[in-house]
């Protein structure tokens, strides 16, 4: 199987959507020799920040020596990325390879009238496998969807399960309260692991409670991050564990407010780690956090004008990201392209984010059957801003903007991380062109 057959394979199993539970899976990965079994998880759930607590943590991780494993979905700018080692894509080789075998466990379950496990379980697969072969010390797993019924809640060999914040998602599989949503995502809790979690919302702290008090685990809240100077290419906080251990002066690289909250919860968990046999020194912990790296997440990708790509897709993430466009771009003249999955909160993250913006242009994300259109989106916006434009495809829309912002500007990308990979590349190609 090459990369070209690979991702053939992949188109040829869409139709199978989202199925919830964990029967196919288990059942895949059996066959596999439960591959997930080999290695160790710090297994993360939430509504937002999973991805950047993955990036802190992997690279403290990494800085600290050893062979650390990441997993998260969706892709942003390659597919391949999903699957890490080391801060380090799978190879198509490798990917191709792992492929092979979960497709041949596949066709086998298929011809015995089980049914065709879907996509995110294949991929879930095939990292497991990738991990086991590269002996992993630890890998880093983020959820796909929820948490109890998710395909990467397989594993059970848990040292730590971590929840970000959690608001309302998914809630066609998940629930419609913000209790039902908790539960779920709660469930990655295996007996005896360590549970870290940020500031919740009181009810949705009493579900992750009552979980870890279940499966009697210990439960740390992080605190507050102290002494805090924010930046755009810089941030510093001082931080207190739960141990009482202080940290003065902790730098991060990620922009956006709402990363030294993500920050704090890595650095706490880090220390539990170290109570399951991963230590880490402050030196270690310093450098993991300062080379952290997360792209599309508030990430600068172009100057004069400042142009920024951001993943907020839902009303917690676009409370965030008003905040600091509150905080970073106050009295700046700013530009939207925003472009947004049916699915998602649409009408929230609009009502959010709109006020900030002097022109709103919509575009229609590519390649994705979930898209709402550049159209629709507009109609929406619309009702909350008067100035708004839909465009005709990703690549018209970013050269209104240009020609809509000076030099002094911003051009805020946001609403999908679906898009913004291919957003990026479009960039890196104008400003490449312009040299």
């Given at each position: 199987m090459n990369f070209k057959e690979m991702m053939e394979y992949m188109e040829s199993i869409k139709g199978c959507g989202i199925v919830p539970g964990l029967s196919s899976i288990t059942e895949l990965c059996k066959r596999l020799g439960n591959p997930q079994d080999a290695v160790s998880f710090v297994h993360i759930a939430g509504t937002n920040g999973k991805g950047s607590v993955l990036a802190f943590l992997s690279s403290i991780l990494k800085c600290a020596g050893y062979r650390v494993g990441s997993y998260h979905s969706p892709a942003v700018f390659t597919y391949c990325e999903r699957i890490q080692i080391n801060g380090r894509a799978i190879?198509?080789?490798?990917?191709?390879?792992?492929?092979?075998?979960?497709?041949?466990?596949?066709?086998?379950?298929?011809?015995?009238?089980?049914?065709?496990?879907?996509?995110?379980?294949?991929?879930?697969?095939?990292?497991?496998?990738?991990?086991?072969?590269?002996?992993?010390?630890?890998?880093?797993?983020?959820?796909?969807?929820?948490?109890?019924?998710?395909?990467?809640?397989?594993?059970?060999?848990?040292?730590?399960?971590?929840?970000?914040?959690?608001?309302?998602?998914?809630?066609?599989?998940?629930?419609?309260?913000?209790?039902?949503?908790?539960?779920?995502?709660?469930?990655?809790?295996?007996?005896?692991?360590?549970?870290?979690?940020?500031?919740?919302?009181?009810?949705?702290?009493?579900?992750?409670?009552?979980?870890?008090?279940?499966?009697?685990?210990?439960?740390?809240?992080?605190?507050?991050?102290?002494?805090?100077?924010?930046?755009?290419?810089k941030q510093s906080f001082s931080y207190q564990d739960a141990s009482g251990r202080r940290y003065e002066g902790l730098e991060i690289s990620l922009a956006g407010k709402y990363q030294i909250e993500n920050a704090a919860l890595a650095v706490e968990t880090v220390g539990r780690l170290a109570l399951c046999g991963y230590p880490v020194s402050e030196k270690q912990l310093r450098k993991g956090l300062a080379e952290a790296n997360w792209r599309g997440r508030f990430q600068i990708a172009g100057k004069r004008p400042l142009l920024v790509l951001d993943g907020a897709h839902n009303e917690e993430a676009?409370?965030?990201?008003?905040?600091?466009?509150?905080?970073?771009?106050?009295?700046?003249?700013?530009?939207?392209?925003?472009?947004?999955?049916?699915?998602?909160?649409?009408?929230k993250v609009v009502a959010e984010t709109c006020a900030y913006a002097e022109q709103i242009i919509t575009i229609t994300p590519p390649d994705n059957p979930r898209a709402l259109s550049a159209m629709d989106l507009a109609q929406i916006v619309k009702e909350?801003?008067?100035?708004?434009?839909?465009?005709?495809?990703?690549?018209?829309?970013?050269?209104?903007?240009?020609?809509?912002?000076?030099?002094?500007?911003?051009?805020?990308?946001?609403?999908?991380?679906?898009?913004?990979?291919?957003?990026?590349?479009?960039?890196?190609?104008?400003?490449?062109?312009?040299r």
């Amino acid at each position: 199987m090459n990369f070209k057959e690979m991702m053939e394979y992949m188109e040829s199993i869409k139709g199978c959507g989202i199925v919830p539970g964990l029967s196919s899976i288990t059942e895949l990965c059996k066959r596999l020799g439960n591959p997930q079994d080999a290695v160790s998880f710090v297994h993360i759930a939430g509504t937002n920040g999973k991805g950047s607590v993955l990036a802190f943590l992997s690279s403290i991780l990494k800085c600290a020596g050893y062979r650390v494993g990441s997993y998260h979905s969706p892709a942003v700018f390659t597919y391949c990325e999903r699957i890490q080692i080391n801060g380090r894509a799978i190879s198509q080789k490798a990917l191709c390879e792992c492929m092979e075998e979960v497709k041949a466990a596949c066709d086998a379950m298929t011809e015995e009238g089980v049914a065709q496990p879907t996509p995110f379980e294949v991929e879930t697969a095939a990292a497991f496998l990738h991990f086991r072969k590269n002996a992993c010390d630890i890998v880093v797993l983020e959820t796909g969807m929820g948490g109890r019924e998710d395909a990467t809640n397989l594993v059970n060999t848990t040292k730590a399960a971590v929840l970000t914040p959690i608001g309302m998602d998914h809630m066609q599989f998940l629930g419609d309260t913000p209790e039902k949503i908790a539960a779920h995502k709660a469930g990655i809790i295996k007996s005896g692991c360590y549970v870290i979690t940020a500031g919740q919302k009181t009810e949705i702290l009493t579900e992750i409670e009552k979980e870890a008090a279940q499966k009697q685990c210990p439960l740390t809240i992080t605190g507050e991050a102290q002494k805090i100077k924010y930046g755009l290419e810089k941030q510093s906080f001082s931080y207190q564990d739960a141990s009482g251990r202080r940290y003065e002066g902790l730098e991060i690289s990620l922009a956006g407010k709402y990363q030294i909250e993500n920050a704090a919860l890595a650095v706490e968990t880090v220390g539990r780690l170290a109570l399951c046999g991963y230590p880490v020194s402050e030196k270690q912990l310093r450098k993991g956090l300062a080379e952290a790296n997360w792209r599309g997440r508030f990430q600068i990708a172009g100057k004069r004008p400042l142009l920024v790509l951001d993943g907020a897709h839902n009303e917690e993430a676009a409370k965030k990201l008003a905040e600091s466009i509150r905080f970073y771009f106050t009295n700046k003249r700013i530009v939207y392209i925003m472009g947004m999955l049916k699915d998602k909160e649409c009408e929230k993250v609009v009502a959010e984010t709109c006020a900030y913006a002097e022109q709103i242009i919509t575009i229609t994300p590519p390649d994705n059957p979930r898209a709402l259109s550049a159209m629709d989106l507009a109609q929406i916006v619309k009702e909350y801003h008067p100035h708004v434009t839909a465009a005709g495809s990703l690549e018209e829309g970013l050269e209104m903007a240009y020609l809509l912002a000076d030099k002094a500007d911003v051009i805020l990308c946001f609403g999908s991380l679906s898009y913004l990979g291919r957003l990026a590349k479009v960039v890196e190609e104008r400003q490449k062109n312009r040299r």
